[in-house]
């Protein structure tokens, strides 16, 4: 038994490690530490919950490294983003919370899949905005799609950094600075949908402690390899991870 459970932590820890390399490389590393998680004997929100929280240290890190070039749209500023972040972050997880563990587990899947299908656009599909492309949106739309996000990123989160990248280029702020908000966005949203779980009850601490671990581990490894990896390739191969987690999930491999 301490064999098995030993195997599966160590799991865990090479599992992290490598999602910590592959945020800091490409992003994606929640399809490497939910499905570890899941192995481990968590059910589906339980394994999401403790996955937001082990790598939340990581995504705090990137984002406030790219601050100074973190802006709001022509309509919205910073603060505001940042506060409709904060909001809809806590929304999201409040209700995950809510919802019972078989319908989201029912979820889980679809969520993936949505969360693998915007990864693949953004990584090989979307064509840099061009200023004819960009959209003077108001306050109120501007307002209402980054909530949306922000609730998507509380309640699941895959796939949030290029929702958050196409809506910012589209509204006109360029790619340099586009990059850097959405790390801080999604460092923001995922901060008070932490600070929900840490008091829920639902994360699972040890698990939550090794993750963590192998995720900082990652990010620092993930730095370092930065300059030398060939990251449309590593994409395809984050593409082919949400594949094959999607169709295990459908087929209850999990």
């Known amino acids: 038994m301490l ?8 799991l865990l820890l090479v599992g992290a490690i490598w999602a910590g390399a592959q945020n800091q490389l490409a992003g994606g590393g929640s399809f490497i530490t939910l499905p570890v998680l899941m192995m481990t004997g968590m059910d589906a929100r339980a394994a999401n919950i403790t996955s937001t929280v082990a790598l ?3 995504q705090v890190t990137g984002g406030w490294l ?8 022509a309509s919205l500023g910073l603060r505001a983003l940042t506060i409709i972040s904060l909001i809809g972050g806590a929304i999201g997880a409040v209700l995950l919370l809510l919802t019972p563990s078989s319908v989201f587990a029912r979820m889980v899947p679809w969520l993936v899949l949505f969360a693998t299908a915007a990864f693949a656009w953004g990584s090989f599909f979307r064509k840099p905005a061009r200023e004819e492309d960009v959209v003077p949106m108001g306050k109120v739309p ?9 609730i998507y ?5 895959g796939g949030i950094g290029f929702l958050m990248l ?6 006109g702020v360029p790619v340099r600075s586009a990059a850097a908000t959405k790390n801080l966005l999604a460092g923001v949203m ?25 995720a900082l581990t990652g990010s620092w490894l993930g730095a370092m390899m930065l300059r ?8 395809f191969v984050v593409v082919a991870i949400g594949i094959a987690l999607t169709v295990g999930l459908f087929h209850g491999g999990f």
């Open 3 to 10: 064999s098995i459970l030993s195997f599966k932590f160590g």
């Open 56 to 58: 939340f240290p990581g």
């Open 66 to 73: 790219g601050r100074a070039h973190a802006t709001g749209t």
């Open 142 to 150: 501007a307002g209402a799609i980054q909530s949306v996000i922000a």
């Open 153 to 157: 990123g509380g309640y699941f989160g």
């Open 166 to 171: 196409a809506i910012l280029a589209v509204a």
């Open 190 to 214: 995922n901060f008070t949908a932490v600070l929900i779980f840490l008091v829920s009850g639902e994360v699972r601490w040890l698990a939550m402690v090794v993750a963590m671990v192998g």
């Open 228 to 235: 030398r990896v060939n990251e449309r390739a590593l994409r």
